[in-house]
T-cell receptor
Framework: GAVVSQHPSRVICKSGTSVKIECRSL??????MFWYRQFPKQSLMLMAT?????????EQGVEKDKFLINHASLTLSTLTVTSAHPEDSSFYIC???????????????????FGDGTRLSIL | AQSVTQLGSHVSVSEGALVLLRCNYS??????LFWYVQYPNQGLQLLLK??????LVKGINGFEAEFKKSETSFHLTKPSAHMSDAAEYFC??????????????FGKGTKLSVKP
């Protein structure tokens, strides 16, 4: 159980292109999903927190107009990298937390389930 | 503020030897701590979690970790390494204050190599 599907797994495209990455929880619902970015041989850095039915919360230094997040349903969040440039090349990973964990303090700190990531390469 | 520090970016052990991956945390509130494993070009898989219950936590694949408040540590161990354990391991703390939504702060990761 608790499977998160992330698609596509790999994208290679030209500079200036917009790229959409989907994150789906397959067997559970998630009011909150997270988007992380991982540079080669480095750790994961949170980009934004995606909330179903409301605006995403972006971390400091992350351009919200550059990285558009939409959480349209309880099982789908999308990240669109607009007008991508070579410096946007990275490994993007989403995660989701099961809604059944609850929204209180205990629930918010339950494990997140991760997708397999998207390798984005901008030429 | 909360943070985790992983000592050693690369650990190499022989197959069958003890695995010890170190993680120290900093937190002004009781922490929720996790260990995740990442295989190349894949996402993260949860190994185990500490959520203020038992201090010795058993996870999948024979891994376990002990929460030591006095040492602010949450080291990951496995008695006998297998070749399949070779991967990147991340220690993480859940942000648990203010209006946080429980996002994770990760350590820099430790790459585990297992020699035959």
């Amino acid at each position: 159980g608790a499977v998160v599907s992330q698609h596509p797994s790999r994208v290679i495209c030209k500079s200036g292109t917009s790229v959409k990455i989907e994150c789906r929880s397959l067997d559970f619902q998630a009011t909150t999903m997270f988007w992380y970015r991982q540079f080669p041989k480095q750790s994961l850095m949170l980009m934004a927190t995606s909330n179903e039915g409301s605006k995403a919360t972006y971390e400091q230094g992350v351009e919200k107009d550059k990285f558009l997040i939409n959480h349209a349903s309880l099982t789908l969040s999308t990240l669109t990298v607009t007008s991508a440039h070579p410096e946007d090349s990275s490994f993007y990973i989403c995660s989701a937390r099961d809604i059944s964990a609850g929204q209180g303090s205990f629930g918010r700190n339950q494990p997140q389930h991760f997708g397999d990531g998207t390798r984005l390469s901008i030429l | 503020a909360q943070s985790v520090t992983q000592l050693g970016s690369h650990v190499s052990v022989s197959e069958g030897a003890l695995v010890l991956l170190r993680c120290n945390y900093s937190s002004s509130v009781p922490p929720y701590l996790f260990w995740y494993v990442q295989y190349p070009n894949q996402g993260l898989q949860l190994l185990l979690k500490y959520t203020s219950a038992a201090t010795l936590v058993k996870g999948i694949n024979g891994f376990e970790a002990e929460f030591k408040k006095s040492e602010t540590s949450f080291h990951l161990t496995k008695p006998s390494a297998h070749m399949s354990d070779a991967a990147e391991y991340f220690c993480a703390v859940s942000v648990n204050y203010g209006g946080s939504q429980g996002n994770l702060i990760f350590g820099k990761g430790t790459k585990l190599s297992v020699k035959p």
